[in-house]
């Protein structure tokens, strides 16, 4: 049972445009949302979060936007650069228990 | 600081066969997962543990899966039988107690 489901599995877009992430989850006891990003051959890596009392939390290049009415996150990374091409990972949690429920990831290609 | 070290980067072998693979966690993180990752899926836990002890293994396949944590640190997970199925990238992650998870770079398991 897929509790958090994104959608595309593949983005591209041309260096200094806005890359949107999209994320939905089913769950609507999950408390906190993570968006990870993980490059070939390595683990992921903790890019950002939001709790579910905040529909915006902003660190430089990347803002996460999260609806809880619509069940869904967003994830914006302006301007995008080509080190920002990897898989991104969309993660919840529930406030009691820190285990995390991923999304499939969408992979995003930055082009020069 | 160390991160999350996990050997072997690689396994390849043949079904039926049994592997193991070890984990050493962030120097005083008490908290370690480990999680299996199917090619074009998000990341799955199979089971978290608390300094030695296991909370929650609910999605480990304990017929075949096993994994302990001796004395708290080093963490080994083991498959026996290997099946098809088993081919993934087995992620180790660790955290302090109620904080987000740092991951290790993973063990890319093929099962032939």
């Known amino acids: 049972d897929q509790q958090v489901k994104q959608n595309s599995p593949s983005l591209s877009v041309q260096e200094g445009r806005i890359s949107i992430l999209n994320c939905d989850y089913t769950?609507?006891?999950?408390?906190?949302f993570l968006w990870y990003k993980k490059y070939p051959a390595e683990g992921p890596t903790f890019l950002i979060s939001?709790?579910?009392?905040?529909d915006k939390n902003e660190d430089g290049r990347f803002t996460v936007f999260l609806n809880k009415s619509a069940k869904h996150l967003s994830l914006h990374i302006v301007p995008s650069q080509p080190g920002d091409s990897a898989v991104y990972f969309c993660?919840?949690?529930?406030?009691?228990?820190?285990?995390?429920?991923f999304g499939a990831g969408t992979t995003v290609t930055v082009r020069a | 600081e160390a991160g999350v070290a996990q050997s072997p980067r690689y396994k390849i072998i043949e079904k039926r066969q049994s592997v193991a693979f070890w984990c050493n966690p962030i120097?005083?993180?008490?908290?370690l997962y480990w999680y299996q990752q199917i090619l074009g899926q998000g990341p799955k836990l199979l089971i978290q543990?608390?300094?030695?002890?296991?909370?929650?293994d609910s999605q480990l396949p304990k017929d075949r899966f096993s994994a302990e944590r001796l004395k708290g640190v080093d963490s080994t997970l083991k498959i026996q039988p290997a099946k098809l199925e088993d081919s993934a990238v087995y992620l180790c992650?660790?955290?302090?107690?109620?904080?987000?998870?740092?991951f290790g770079q993973g063990t890319r398991l093929t099962v032939v």
């Open positions: 992650a660790s955290s302090l107690v109620g904080t987000r998870a740092f």
């Open positions: 769950n609507s006891m999950f408390d906190y």
């Open positions: 939001i709790s579910s009392i905040k």
């Open positions: 993660a919840a949690r529930f406030s009691n228990d820190y285990k995390l429920s």
């Open positions: 120097s005083g993180h008490a908290t």
């Open positions: 543990f608390q300094n030695n002890g296991v909370v929650d």
